[in-house]
């Protein structure tokens, strides 16, 4: 099935950026026909939408990350990425490439194809 595999996370200092990519293989429909976004989750908190993409390439944002983070697609090249910028030390958790079928949900909801995570750590 759908394979997702993020890569780009680290350390970096407050103020910094970091660009997070996510590859995606293994789909059954055309690639541009999922909704994609990124979720964080921190420990002891719980699991956060953080931006997405839907089939149209329009963009949705929380609150905490607008102005400062960018999703983008590469359809060719079945990628999405996270630019962000002006990180914050509360910017720091796991985070996570998700996909869906975009007629399964609405939103955040309904995200049943997930990566690994990768790490992001903002010092202060």
């Known amino acids: 099935q759908v394979q997702l595999v993020e890569s780009g996370g680290g350390s970096v200092q407050a103020g910094g950026s970091l660009r997070l990519s996510c590859a995606a293989s293994?789909?059954?429909?055309?690639?541009?026909?999922?909704?994609m976004g990124w979720f964080r989750r921190a420990p002891g908190k719980a699991r956060e939408g953080v931006a997405r993409?839907?089939?149209?390439?329009?963009?949705y944002y929380a609150d905490s990350v607008k102005g400062r983070f960018t999703i983008s697609r590469d359809n060719a090249k079945n990628t999405l990425y996270l630019q962000m910028n002006s990180l914050k030390p509360e910017d720091t958790a796991m985070y996570y490439c998700?996909?869906?079928?975009?007629?399964?949900?609405?939103?955040?909801?309904?995200?049943?194809?997930w990566g690994q995570g990768t790490q992001v750590t903002v010092s202060s």
């Open positions: 998700a996909a869906r079928l975009c007629s399964v949900g609405v939103g955040f909801l309904g995200y049943n194809y």
């Open positions: 993409s839907d089939s149209a390439g329009i963009t």
């Open positions: 293994g789909y059954t429909y055309s690639y541009s026909t999922y909704c």
